[in-house]
Every structure is written in structure tokens, then in C-alpha cells.
T-cell receptor, first 116, second 116 residues
Framework: AQKVTQAQTEISVVEKEDVTLDCVYETRDTTYYLFWYKQPPSGELVFLIR??????QNEISGRYSWNFQKSTSSFNFTITASQVVDSAVYFCALPGTDDSSYKLIFGSGTRLLVRP | DTEVTQTPKHLVMGMTNKKSLKCEQH?????MYWYKQKAKKPPELMFV???????INESVPSRFSPECPNSSLLNLHLHALQPEDSALYLCASSQEGIGWLVRGYTFGSGTRLTVV
């Protein structure tokens, strides 16, 4: 069955520190997609990135970067030079399999607090 | 227009009230979803509409009644709710119809529901 584990419940950093959010997943699919979403206090889940299992190249978008390692089933997310606006809950997710492929399976989320 | 709009943002209702949540998207997305999110938990799927037809009901109690009047609108009718139904209700849409989720969801900002 599909499973996403975000072992870090809460992380607190001081502004300008780098921070890495871990995501480990389990899937029996050979082809799959992985997602990261950000949920600020306002509540909306904001799409950050989609990665397909064919592409193991790391991705960078401004201060955000993602490290996808198929060998260890991990898809970690790093924020460089964190800012207060990065404070949010971050969810890693992957679609269900077979007859649940319409459903996003979320990890439990990591709450990031960036202090000024 | 790349948004999913939800109204109202906040709702307080008594256990004998009838109310409705509304969700709208104009991206031409083929599937629309209702998710429920309790505090400090990831979202949980409730319903899926694909091409305006109810495709998935995740064993949701009948006091929640979804409706999809057209391809852009999704409603969630609420009746005789319990205090434990208090949560953030998120609407989402996806470009694909029900099936293999490739592009992920676009989420609305949610309705914070309190049942008193």
C-alpha cells in the first residue's frame, strides 16, 4: 500500500538558517509521482512541486530545492536562507494505487516555524 | 483563472442547522474533490466528482451531502452535524478526471467550520 512518512513533527529555526524537511515513501508502483504542498496559517494548500519517478535530477526553485533519491525512497525538501513567511505546515504526498489512484496520500506534515 | 474559490471562509452552525459550502473553479478541471482536515492532521478525502458525476464517496455520513450543479461548481450541504464535524473543509480540483493522478490538485483556501 502507499504510505508517506514525515518523521519530523515540528521544526523551529531562526531566520536565514537552512532547513531540510524529510519525506520517505512506500509504493509498489514502478511509475509514480510525488508532491510537496505548503499550508500556511490561512489554510490553503499551495502546490510546490511535482516529481515523477523517472526523473532523479534534483530540482531548485529559488530558495527551495528537492532531493529525490529513489534508492532510499526519499524526497526531501530544503529551504535555504529561511524566512518568516516560510512558516507553515508542509505535506509530502503521492497518489494512491490501483483503484485509489485518484486520491492523494499525504504524510502527517511537518510544521516549520521560522523565528525572526 | 488558476484558482479554486471557496465560500464562506468561516462558518459557525448549530447542530440543527442546514448550511452549504460552495466551491468554484474556472480552470476546466474535470474532477472536483471535498477533503476534510482536522487540526494538526493531513487532509482526508470525502467525495470525488468526475465529469460532474459522483464517483467516490469515502463512507461519509449522510449528514454531508455533495452536489455538483455544473462543471465549475461543487457544493457540500450540511445538516444535523455534530461538534466533532468541526474542521477545515477543503475543495480541490484536478485537470484529469478520476484515474491516475498526474498533475496533483489545486486546492481552495477552505472553509473553517465550527459546529456548536
Amino acid at each position: 500500500a502507499q504510505k508517506v512518512t514525515q518523521a519530523q513533527t515540528e521544526i523551529s529555526v531562526v531566520e536565514k538558517e537552512d532547513v531540510t524537511l524529510d519525506c520517505v515513501y512506500e509504493t509498489r508502483d514502478t511509475t509514480y509521482y510525488l508532491f510537496w504542498y505548503k499550508q500556511p496559517p490561512s489554510g490553503e494548500l499551495v502546490f510546490l512541486i511535482r516529481r515523477n519517478s523517472f526523473d532523479e535530477q534534483n530540482e531548485i526553485s529559488g530558495r527551495y530545492s528537492w532531493n529525490f533519491q529513489k534508492s532510499t525512497s526519499s524526497f526531501n525538501f530544503t529551504i535555504t536562507a529561511s524566512q518568516v513567511v516560510d512558516s507553515a505546515v508542509y505535506f509530502c504526498a503521492l497518489p494512491g494505487t490501483d483503484d485509489s489512484s485518484y486520491k492523494l496520500i499525504f504524510g502527517s506534515g511537518t510544521r516549520l516555524l521560522v523565528r525572526p | 483563472d488558476t484558482e479554486v474559490t471557496q465560500t464562506p471562509k468561516h462558518l459557525v452552525m448549530g447542530m440543527t442547522n442546514k448550511k452549504s459550502l460552495k466551491c468554484e473553479q474556472h480552470m476546466g478541471h474535470r474532477a472536483m474533490y471535498w477533503y476534510k482536515q482536522k487540526a494538526k492532521k493531513p487532509p482526508e478525502l470525502m467525495f470525488v466528482y468526475s465529469y460532474e458525476k459522483l464517483s467516490i464517496n469515502e463512507s461519509v455520513p449522510s449528514r454531508f451531502s455533495p452536489e455538483c450543479p455544473n462543471s465549475s461548481l461543487l457544493n457540500l450541504h450540511l445538516h444535523a452535524l455534530q461538534p466533532e464535524d468541526s474542521a477545515l473543509y477543503l475543495c480541490a480540483s484536478s485537470q484529469e478526471g478520476i484515474g491516475w493522478l498526474v498533475r496533483g490538485y489545486t486546492f481552495g483556501s477552505g472553509t473553517r467550520l465550527t459546529v456548536v
